[in-house]
């Protein structure tokens, strides 16, 4: 039996979504597991006119949880110490906001790589001693 997106936004409504936050997390990680593990980006709207939601709550709770990602969108994740990733925040933050459709940005806790820093994932890999042309080159291979 395939998804349904409206039974499964009624379940979740049942279970206290959108005023309970792990009901309506509950939904999307189950939207991500049903739809190729990722959430197809036409659940956004249907789910913030069903439960009364700005689109840019959901997105905003998208970024909280790394493990929830949008359909077609890249993961950035920053590490958040200011002696690693503090360094390329600004920069990434300014490409971000260029295409924030493109890639989703995140500030991680440290990632325990401190003598290799800056320290960044792109898509869950691990890169070290990123720097600015790293950064350019990762957000320009998208869609290539």
Same mark, same amino acid.
């Given at each position: 039996?395939?998804?349904?997106? +409206? +039974? @499964?936004? @009624?379940?979740?409504?049942?279970?206290?979504?959108?005023?309970?936050?792990?009901?309506?997390?509950? %939904?999307? !990680? $189950? @939207?991500?597991?049903?739809?190729?593990?990722?959430?197809?980006? *036409?659940?956004?709207?249907? =789910?913030? @006119?069903?439960?009364?939601?700005? +689109?840019?709550?959901?997105?905003? =709770?998208? !970024?909280?949880?790394?493990?929830?990602?949008?359909?077609?969108?890249?993961?950035?994740?920053? /590490?958040?110490?200011?002696?690693?990733?503090?360094?390329?925040?600004?920069?990434?933050?300014?490409?971000? !906001?260029?295409?924030?459709?493109?890639?989703?940005?995140?500030?991680?806790?440290?990632?325990?790589? /401190? #003598?290799?820093?800056p320290n960044i994932? *792109?898509?869950?890999?691990?890169y070290h001693k990123?720097? +600015?042309?790293?950064? !350019?080159? %990762?957000? $320009?291979? =998208? #869609?290539?």
């Amino acid at each position: 039996m395939a998804w349904n997106a +409206e +039974e @499964a936004l @009624a379940y979740y409504k049942s279970q206290g979504a959108p005023g309970d936050q792990n009901a309506l997390t509950s %939904l999307l !990680r $189950e @939207a991500q597991q049903e739809n190729g593990d990722s959430i197809p980006r *036409w659940l956004l709207p249907k =789910i913030s @006119a069903a439960y009364g939601l700005k +689109e840019s709550y959901l997105t905003a =709770i998208l !970024r909280r949880y790394p493990s929830l990602r949008l359909a077609d969108t890249h993961c950035l994740e920053l /590490c958040g110490s200011k002696s690693c990733g503090g360094s390329l925040a600004e920069f990434a933050e300014r490409l971000h !906001r260029q295409n924030p459709e493109a890639f989703s940005l995140k500030y991680t806790g440290c990632m325990h790589f /401190c #003598g290799k820093g800056p320290n960044i994932k *792109w898509d869950g890999q691990l890169y070290h001693k990123a720097d +600015e042309a790293l950064l !350019r080159r %990762l957000v $320009e291979s =998208i #869609g290539k």
